[in-house]
């Protein structure tokens, strides 16, 4: 079974600060990881994705993960928000073996402020 | 290159109606699938075809929502008779194939409204 916890349902930053996102996985076997973006009323975007390559991923709009095997964790940062990085952040799991689906997480909404 | 299109955007029923919700994926992508998402949670799969194949449907209630995908394109997903429950964005993506590593790529969704 695998599964993503996201800590903090709601992270708040100034305009210009460093944007962290936590997210933990759980999987039996190694993972895949995806960071997605869903602003309002829209669908979900793919920022980056982890696949067994290297460790710190480089995504869009300026953003990165680093997969952490020791510590379960993949977190999102960015080191200057913009207010157009306002919108939900999900992080999902699937499974490194064959075909598999996305296990999702609840998501954390980042707000900026200017 | 056009995205995943969805239709209606936004739908409002009563309960114990019925609803039927289209999608038609991005051209030459093999899987397709249906998601859930109820406000303030992520996404949850429904349903996951293979071209006009169904290759998990272990999370759908069988008993109320049905999805086929004929020819290995459109697809439309159903739901009778709703539930209050049932109340939620219904967003369809697809990717290239069925591997672990494939982007999903997601249309905007069709928000569902139960009374």
């Known amino acids: 079974a695998q599964s993503v916890t996201q800590l903090g349902s709601h992270v708040s930053v100034s305009e210009g600060a460093l944007v962290l996102l936590r997210c933990n996985y759980s999987s039996s076997v190694p993972p895949y990881l995806f960071w997605y973006v869903q602003y309002p009323n829209q669908g979900l975007q793919l920022l980056l994705k982890y696949t067994s390559a290297a460790t710190l991923v480089k995504g869009i709009n300026g953003f990165e993960a680093e997969f952490k095997k020791s510590e379960t964790s993949f977190h999102l940062t960015k080191p200057s928000a913009h207010m157009s990085d306002a919108a939900e952040y999900f992080c999902a799991v699937s499974m490194n073996s064959g075909y598999s689906t996305l296990t999702f997480g609840k998501g954390t909404m980042l707000l900026v402020s200017p | 290159e056009a995205g995943v299109a969805q239709s209606p955007r936004y739908k409002i029923i009563e309960k114990r109606q019925s609803v039927a919700f289209w999608c038609n994926p991005i051209?030459?992508?093999?899987?397709l699938y249906w998601y859930q998402q109820i406000l303030g949670q992520g996404p949850k799969l429904l349903i996951q075809f293979q071209n006009n194949g169904v290759v998990d449907d272990s999370q759908l209630p069988k008993d109320r929502f049905s999805a086929e995908r004929l020819k290995g394109v459109d697809s439309t997903l159903k739901i009778q008779p709703a539930k209050l429950e049932d109340s939620a964005v219904y967003l369809c993506a697809s990717s290239l194939d069925r591997s672990g590593t494939d982007t999903q790529y997601f249309g905007p969704g069709t928000r569902l409204t139960v009374l």
């Open positions: 051209s030459g992508h093999a899987t």
